[in-house]
């Protein structure tokens, strides 16, 4: 079962045998571990065992902890990171998650997990017994929602241009925001906040990560995109990553515009891919706005782009970079009086 972060807290009054929390928003992860582990402990589940799926993994010490009785010891809870999954990994986590143990209470946790590994029988078996937590970063047309909740939540009294203008410093980087939220109830308690004292006492921590800008770009919201860009060139990202990654993403698009356009229906298509469904409505966006041609050229771009980057290393390429960027949009490339080239 399914449980999303803001209503767990609803889900722990009676425990399951199995938590799954997985995700990319470190913040998130750690407040539902946190609340598991506060509900176990005050249940009577006094004794945590944690251990991480690395090379020095101790199974053995696993299955030990796993297969003991409450007559014996207290009841426990066995905390397993999944940082890697091979087959042994894989396999004892199947075999772990068919235990019946009323006095184990099991958290699997880490990073977000691929749709093929949610697939696995570990994941499946496991979350079928009890319940999968998605910590990831609220969506960004949530983000204003989850905002508002937490400086209500920290008992700020705050109007939309105050939350809009935390989201705009604080999006990517959860744990910085609730620090900063932290501080202002502090200041100014429930004293009616204005823009100017939000602007005036907090730091901005906006943090994007490559696959937050590509998101963004397949949006078609060039001019946030840029914005996000121009972050990560001030934090030091690699052009060649950037670079990398867009040419990788552009084929992928045109490869399936090609698909559409022989008649190939887009679910069909994303189902083969193996795309993610929360990707699938943005590749939509994308391919509904850009055609075969224009995609063809944003690639010829891509790859006019890599090839600078790694042959004349005194050039300046951000600019290419962020050209690139506005093509996105759906404008023609006559639009930027651009040579449209073809070989």
Known sequence: MRVYPESLANHLKQLKGFYLVFGDEHLLRLEALRDIKQAARQQGFLEEHQFVTDNDMNWDQVFDCANAMSLFSNQQIISIEVSKTDKRITDSLLELSQLNNPDILFIFHGDKLSL??????????????????PTNHPETKFFPQWMHKRMRAAGLNCNSDVVNFMCRNFEGNLLACVQEIEKLALH??????TLQDVADNITGHTHFGIFQWLDTLFAGKVNRAQRM???????????????????NEVKKLLEYQYQLNKGVKFAEMMKNARVWTSKQALINQALTRLSS?????????????ELSIKTQYEQNSWPQLQMICLLFQGKTPTHYELPLQYE
């Open 116 to 133: 093929q590994q949610m697939k696995a029988k570990w994941f499946v078996t496991a979350s079928e017994q009890g319940l999968y937590i």
């Open 188 to 193: 100014f308690g429930q004293q009616p906040l």
């Open 229 to 247: 860009l121009q972050q990560l060139h001030e934090e030091g990202t690699d052009i060649v990553l950037l670079s990398g990654t867009l040419n």
């Open 293 to 305: 041609r224009e995609l063809e050229y944003i690639y010829q771009l891509c790859s006019q782009l």
